[in-house]
């Protein structure tokens, strides 16, 4: 690891795999610079986070604040600039965009059916994926992030399947993916690579607001080459490999972090009683 001080920006870090990618790459030396929103009884839970960094040897600087709103980004990076001021040669070597934040109702529908309106769609569109434009170019404007940094976009293999009430998240998890090739296409002469990661289906938070979130476990239970559910620590896992130099040929792709799960075609599969069970 290099002698400067290296910093994560965790859009998304109080939960899921932001609060666990904050852990794992803590161990690595690098300190936390976090937004995330929460209300008020979410925020014991933050402290807790912060503690269990601090012992880890990091420093943590936290904003509880719409990741979408320009003025607060702004703000935030007004003080990345002058924290990282402090220590010649430090430098932000991974932006995460781990942000859980989109409305969940159909496209369409006949006029009794409550659909997406634009707002709805702008908000999830904006929070879900062009806010990871927004920072990258802010960062990239005052010349924080570092050669050699990751930039990486959590997506979902709903991307490009259809699920019902997932038509602006997919939307957005599609952009996604698009953004991280186009970065790694104009971030390369930095020598920094921007990648997707594909996350298997998860138990947090976000998985629990969306509609047959627990069909969607069973299934990804039964597809699953280990059946087992994808945890927040297996995508940390990944990205502490992603972090070291020796990842950086790793660059414009979508990742699948999900121990297989998505290639698996259910259909031949009989599960017995006793592993319905257990899903
Ligand atoms: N859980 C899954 O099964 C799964 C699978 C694939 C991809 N993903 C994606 O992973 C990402 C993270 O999801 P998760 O499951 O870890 O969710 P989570 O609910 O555990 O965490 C979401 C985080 O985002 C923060 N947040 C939400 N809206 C925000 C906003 N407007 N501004 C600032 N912070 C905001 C929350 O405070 C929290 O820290 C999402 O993009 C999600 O779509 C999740």
Known sequence: MSA??????ILGCSSGFGKATA?????QGYHIIGVHLDRAAGLAAVDELKSELNNLGADTHFFNVNAADADRR?????????ELSKFPGASVKLLLHSLAFGSLLPLAGDKDTKVLNQKQIEMTLDVMANSVVYWTQDLLSKELLGRGGRILGLTSAGSNRVLPMYGAVSAAKAAMESYMRQFALELAPMEITANSIRAGVTNTPALSKIPGNTIIMKNAFIRNPYHKL???EDIANVITLLIKPESKWINGTILGVDGGEDSVDITWYQPTESEFGLC
């Open 74 to 82: 702004k703000e935030i990076i007004e003080f990345i600039a002058e």
């Open 23 to 27: 852990l794992a790459v803590a161990k």
């Open 230 to 232: 994808t945890t927040p």
């Open 4 to 9: 400067h001080r290296n910093y994560a920006l």
